[in-house]
């Protein structure tokens, strides 16, 4: 596509409730990044894909986090019985290549307000 | 680990003036790269501009410049001729020259315009 797109654009849920936040990366890039965007804070990084594997999950909250990329493309970040504190701005990026390396500028998608009620 | 820190939460500039948004960053790394975003309300981050740290020459685009200090571990975005549309969060971030490429991000910068 022409750009990251993340959906939904904003979600609502219970505490407890599993959520999932779905990211497509532009066409060909096969880096992506998740962040996570907490009120007043900066963005912080929790999950980083090469194809489909994803050999940084360092930022990862918690085991309720996981994360998922099929066929290169698409990826899934669920998060599970989800708490007060989960509610945030969740923003998806992706690159071309981490290789390339002095070419290699994240491209960011709207991103998707949790609110976790 | 990588820090980085702006220490002006919001800033405010008159349309057509000048403004300094600051950052600071820490690292052990000799190669890496920064970059200035800005975030308006409808939450797409853009990039506004990028300086890899082996150059010395400062980056400019446009009315969007940096003054980087490599050794003071300085790279603040000046915004010339300030216009409405600048109006947005700024986020300076930092990325390494190895490894997952991943981007360590400070807290942001909130710049209002006055006409």
């Known amino acids: 596509g022409a750009g990251v797109s993340q959906s939904p654009s904003n979600k609502v849920t219970e505490k407890g409730k599993d959520v999932e936040l779905r990211c497509d990366p532009i066409s060909g890039h096969t880096a992506l990044y998740w962040y996570r965007q907490s009120l007043g804070q900066g963005l912080e990084f929790l999950i980083y894909f090469q194809g489909n594997s994803a050999p940084d999950k360092s930022g990862l909250p918690s085991d309720r986090f996981s994360a998922e990329r099929t066929g290169g493309s698409v990826s899934t970040l669920t998060i599970q019985r989800t708490q007060q504190e989960d509610s945030a701005v969740y923003l998806c990026?992706?690159?071309?290549?981490?290789?390339?390396?002095?070419?290699?500028?994240?491209?960011f998608g709207a991103g998707t307000r949790l609110s976790v009620l | 680990a990588q820090t980085v820190t702006q220490s002006q939460p919001e800033m405010s500039v008159q349309e057509a003036e000048t403004v300094t948004l600051s950052c600071t960053y820490d690292t052990s790394e000799s190669d890496y790269y920064l970059f200035w975003y800005k975030q308006p309300p409808s939450r797409q981050m853009i990039l506004v501009i990028r300086?890899?740290?082996?150059?010395?020459q400062n980056a400019t685009e446009n009315r969007f410049s940096v003054n980087f200090q490599k050794a003071a571990k300085s790279f603040s975005l000046k915004i010339s001729d300030s216009q409405l549309g600048d109006a947005a969060m700024y986020f300076c971030?930092?990325?390494?020259?190895?490894?997952?490429?991943?981007?360590?991000f400070g807290t942001g910068t909130r710049l209002k315009v006055l006409a």
């Open positions: 300086q890899e740290a082996y150059k010395q």
């Open positions: 971030a930092y990325r390494g020259s190895s490894g997952t490429y991943k981007y360590i």
């Open positions: 990026a992706s690159a071309r290549t981490p290789l390339a390396v002095t070419k290699n500028i994240q491209y």
